[in-house]
């Protein structure tokens, strides 16, 4: 099992330029995740997907949109980029149900310069 | 508002001795705090939980006390090694399918040989 892949690894982007940052698990997670990790701080919760087909805003989310692809695929868009959106990003899945479901499984991260 | 903060930005440890992070949380609402260890250049790597109800859980080598009085979460690393270097996250949450977590700003453990 691959776990939580994320592509690019590396991204430059220009102010105002768009693109997408993909995120795939293999484990059969119903619920995934997409942080923002910035220097000196903790993760930062972006966007959820509870379960297929649901999307839900966290604390973060201006800027951003996305879309649970279906069950193992949740990408994470950035219409205009900004260079406060200059970040270290990192999807995450989970199984929500009997469980150990605090135990969010993550992906090796991107990280995005916005000049 | 509600966080999850962590008293010292880094800790350095001999190799072999214990160590121990200690994080601060204000949320008495919370119903799981849990320990998140990040390794340089990767994603972050669940540890330990322990729920609200207890005040202690180990692991294989780890120990997590919580506080409820004080509100204050530790992570206990015994014979600390190498490879224990590394960014120390504590999260808290709360009950429920859909709950998210609140993750701290992080605290560097730096092992010396």
């Known amino acids: 099992n691959a776990g939580v892949t994320q592509t690019p690894k590396f991204q430059v982007l220009k102010t105002g330029q768009s693109m997408t940052l993909q995120c795939a698990q293999d484990?059969?997670?119903?619920?995934m995740y997409w942080y923002r990790q910035d220097p000196g701080m903790g993760l930062r919760l972006i966007y959820y997907?509870?379960?297929?087909?649901?999307?839900d805003k966290g604390e973060v989310p201006n800027g951003y949109n996305v879309s649970r692809l279906n069950k193992r695929e949740f990408s994470l868009r950035l219409e205009s980029a900004a260079p406060s959106q200059t970040s270290v990003y990192f999807c995450?899945?989970?199984?929500?149900?009997?469980?150990?479901?605090?135990?969010?499984?993550f992906g090796p991260g991107t990280r995005l310069t916005v000049l | 508002g509600e966080s999850v903060g962590l008293h010292l930005p880094t800790l350095s440890v001999q190799e072999g001795d214990n160590s121990i992070i200690n994080c601060a949380y204000s949320n008495s609402a919370s119903d799981y705090f849990i320990w998140y260890k990040q390794e340089s250049g990767k994603g972050p790597q669940f540890i330990i939980d322990?729920?609200?109800?207890?005040d202690k859980r180990q692991g294989q080598r780890v120990t997590v006390l919580l506080n409820k009085t004080v509100k204050h979460l530790s992570l206990q690393i015994a014979a600390t090694q190498p490879g224990d270097s590394a960014v120390y996250f504590c999260a808290e949450k709360h009950s429920g399918a859909n709950s998210k977590l609140t993750f701290g700003k992080g605290i560097t453990l730096s092992v010396r040989p």
């Open positions: 997907s509870a379960s297929e087909g649901t999307t």
């Open positions: 995450a899945s989970t199984y929500l149900g009997q469980g150990r479901y605090n135990e969010q499984f």
């Open positions: 322990i729920r609200s109800n207890m």
């Open positions: 484990m059969n997670h119903n619920s």
